[in-house]
């Protein structure tokens, strides 16, 4: 079993910075890939990013990239989001998953096996 948590969220203005951490128990965090993923009010979960277990391939959605980075340090069992150029429509509560097969990122929910309970991020105008 692995568990994930995230922190680093909080209340930014328009085209500030944020990073998110989420750090997992057990042994095997680096041979998975990780994934996250946001929730905003009245919407359904969206895939975000998501990097493979060794940190050489990763995936953005198009609305965040150029502005947001995924990074993972396994000595540290520990994956990042570096948001920069914030914008109102950020505004989410963003989740860490997990996928077993670290090999293949993936876009979609249902590959991941663990979440995080999730940090809030809101973006002011």
């Not at 009010?41 to 990239?65: A, C, N, Q």
């Amino acid at each position: 079993q692995v568990q994930l948590v995230e922190s680093g969220g909080g209340l930014v203005q328009a085209g500030g910075s944020l990073r998110l951490s989420c750090t997992a128990s057990g042994r095997t965090f680096s041979s998975y890939a990780l994934g996250w993923f946001r929730q905003a009010p009245g919407k359904e979960r969206e895939f975000v990013t998501s990097i493979d277990w060794i940190g050489l391939s990763t995936y953005y959605t198009h609305s965040v990239k150029g502005r947001f980075t995924i990074s993972r340090d396994n000595a540290k069992n520990t994956v990042y989001l570096q948001m920069n150029n914030l914008k109102p429509e950020d505004t989410a509560v963003y989740y860490c998953a997990a996928k077993r097969n670290g090999l293949k990122i993936a876009t979609s929910q249902a590959e991941y096996d663990y979440w995080g309970q999730g940090t809030q991020v809101t973006v002011s105008s």
